[in-house]
């Protein structure tokens, strides 16, 4: 059993809230919301950030993208706008080490972040 959290999501040990899939990535909403609309997307292979699904699997980081975009239709906030965000490295507080966009919207987002 991998000790990855998310990949333990990915392998169906741990439930998740499902948005939407595709076959290289997952979406479900955070477990923690910090907007009103906060869902994540993950790749179903293990990469420890973003760049790192970018040097080894760049076909899967354009379907991450995609699916975020699908994660805004459904839930509404494509029109109005959303932020999509991928805290890389612990000094940007990345706390779990299985690459993912946060795809965030629902209310106005600040800016610069915090
Ligand atoms: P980050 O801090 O960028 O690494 O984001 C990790 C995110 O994973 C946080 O927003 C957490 O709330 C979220 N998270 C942790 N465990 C779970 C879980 N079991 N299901 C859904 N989201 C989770
Ligand atoms: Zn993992």
Redesign the pocket.
Known sequence: MSDC??CR?VAGE????VVAENEAAIA???????APK?S?VIPRAHHANLVEVAAAAPDDLVKMVQLAGEVAAVEGIAEEGYRL???TGAA??????HA?L?VLGGRSMGWPPG
Request: charged share 10%.
């Open positions: 959290l998310f999501i741990i439930p998740a809230d479900f909403r955070d477990i923690t919301p910090v906060h994540l965000v991928a805290n940007a507080h990345q706390t779990v080490f993912h946060h």
